[in-house]
């Protein structure tokens, strides 16, 4: 099946400064990748859908400017946590659609990127 | 507005029958997935179901009503390992995207 993968898978940063997640899918192109937030024993609240070659599109509640969205390529998207608070502190996992018969269909997760902000 | 409903939480013993709910309401439906995501982990994909009707894989099936805006992911032969999240998400063809429900923790005892 298709692969979707994650880097950093966790990461430690303190507060103030900025953090690169990276969503790779590496079987298939994805013009369209979403990224999600996950706190403990909640579920997966999508938080921007990642658009190749435009603008990210957010969710109600998510600052655009603090949440940096980047996808450059059909293969890459990148989340970019800025001036990072203890408040961030979460799993982050990305995901990408596949196309069938010109439809969405299933979407393969990547493994998650669990970020804490000291 | 868009809302999917499951249970919090469940028990079952290892080698029973558990049966999970989902139901919802969204603007535009294009397919149900349910998925499984142990701790710490992604989701696993587990099944989809845009037809009314029981899809089955195994030990796992789900179940679609479109007019009830309702369904189930029933686990049969419960083993240990089934312990985890099960994790609705509706696919909104309004919106282009998939729509979670909060998860239902799952407990399987020996």
């Known amino acids: 099946g298709a692969v979707v993968s994650q880097h950093p898978s966790w990461v430690i940063c303190k507060s103030g400064t900025s953090v690169k997640i990276e969503c790779r899918s590496l079987?298939?192109?994805?013009?369209?990748m979403f990224w999600y937030r996950q706190f403990p024993k909640q579920s997966l609240m999508l938080m921007a859908t990642?658009?190749?070659?435009?603008?990210?599109?957010?969710e109600q509640g998510v600052e655009k400017d603090k949440f940096l969205i980047n996808h450059a390529s059909l293969t890459l998207s990148t989340l970019t946590v800025t001036s990072a608070h203890p408040e961030d502190s979460s799993f982050y996992i990305c995901s990408a659609p596949t196309i069938y018969r010109d439809r969405w269909y299933e979407q393969y997760f990547g493994p998650g990127t669990r970020l804490t902000v000291t | 507005g868009q809302n999917i409903d499951q249970p919090t939480e469940m028990t079952a013993t290892e080698g029973a029958i558990v049966q999970i709910n989902c139901t919802y309401q969204?603007?535009?439906?294009?397919?149900l997935f349910w998925y499984q995501q142990h701790a710490g982990e992604a989701p696993t994909f587990l099944s989809y179901n845009v037809l009314d009707g029981l899809e089955e894989k195994g030990r796992f099936s789900s179940f679609l009503s479109r007019s009830k805006g309702y369904s189930y992911l029933l686990l049969k032969e419960l083993q240990m390992k089934d312990s985890a999240s099960y994790l609705c998400a509706v696919f909104s063809g309004g919106y282009n995207k998939l729509i979670f429900g909060a998860g239902t923790r799952l407990a399987v005892h020996p």
């Open positions: 969204t603007s535009g439906f294009n397919g």
């Open positions: 990642s658009n190749e070659g435009s603008k990210a599109t957010y």
């Open positions: 079987d298939f192109q994805a013009t369209t």
